[in-house]
């Protein structure tokens, strides 16, 4: 059971389309709030819809999971997407914000696709295949040296209220690191990893649909994906997205 990432591109660029309609178009964007500091757009529901509908014509045996719509039919086999993540950066003009589609089939994440159509990049991966981005393949950056790294991380926890808001980690790495970065954007925070425009990322407190577009294109890329112990699996709670070699450098200071 296989999908083909030419027919997955397809959908994920029209559904581009659509978000960049709304983009192009901010002052008549309906913003709504989830909760306190979470925003839902016009812009989230519509892609969500669009990419639910096109998917499930295109490949009925798989279910779907959106961060809008919930979890509807095949859960064991299904579509894990993300339909605008990076909305606070969306709804301000902001460039880095991607629709993220991801294949996960009995636990196992297979393919993915991470589109960011303000910054037209397109990254995707299917599972021994290798990671591509605007269709040339993508590696992880050669730093080994974590002094000299550049480093992403991301608040989303600060809206958890948590004790452990991640304050204290950033304030600890971002003084053995050169560079720190807070794009806003979880999906494509873990594909500048996989293109070496970052040699790690981390970040706490988020759902799978973040990211499971963006670990399928990092593990092609030769990233390592563990949680905060260097456990290696999928912990949206606690991921750490690494080029392998500032992988040891990283942990104690996790
Ligand atoms: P979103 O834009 O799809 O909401 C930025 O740090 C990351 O945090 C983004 O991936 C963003 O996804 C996510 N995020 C935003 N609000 C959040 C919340 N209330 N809880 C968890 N993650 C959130
Ligand atoms: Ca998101």
């Known amino acids: 059971m296989t999908i083909s990432l030419t027919e997955l591109e397809a959908v994920v660029r029209e559904a581009g389309t659509i978000a960049l309609a709304h983009f192009k178009d901010l002052k008549?964007?309906?913003?709504?709030?989830k909760a306190p500091r979470d925003f839902v757009t016009a812009a989230d529901v519509a892609v969500e819809a669009f990419?639910?509908?096109?998917?499930?014509?295109l490949y009925p045996q798989f279910g779907f999971w959106g961060e809008e719509s919930g979890q509807?039919?095949?859960?064991?086999?299904?579509?894990?997407?993300?339909?605008?993540?990076?909305?606070?950066?969306f709804s301000k003009g902001q460039y880095f914000w991607a629709i993220s589609v991801a294949l996960e089939i009995e636990h196992e994440l297979i393919a993915g696709a991470v589109y960011a159509p303000a910054l037209n990049d397109y990254y995707t991966a299917k599972k021994g295949e290798g990671a591509f981005k605007n269709g040339e393949p993508i590696t992880v950056s050669l730093e080994d040296d974590l002094g000299d790294a550049m480093i992403a991380t991301g608040f989303a926890c600060l809206r958890a209220y948590l004790d452990d808001?991640?304050?204290e980690r950033f304030n600890r790495i971002a003084q053995k690191t050169t560079g720190q970065r807070r794009f806003g954007s979880a999906a494509l925070d873990v594909c500048l990893v996989a293109d070496g425009q970052v040699d790690a990322y981390w970040e706490q407190e988020l759902n799978l649909y973040d990211i499971a577009g963006g670990v399928v294109v990092a593990r092609e890329a030769g990233a390592t994906v563990t949680d905060f112990k260097g456990n290696e699996g999928v912990y949206p709670k606690q991921i750490l997205v690494t080029n392998g070699k500032v992988l040891d450098q990283l942990l104690p200071l996790m």
């Open 28 to 33: 008549h964007l309906a913003i709504n709030k």
């Open 51 to 57: 990419l639910k509908e096109a998917l499930s014509k």
């Open 72 to 89: 509807s039919a095949n859960q064991l086999a299904r579509w894990v997407v993300d339909p605008i993540d990076g909305t606070h950066s």
């Open 165 to 167: 808001n991640n304050l």
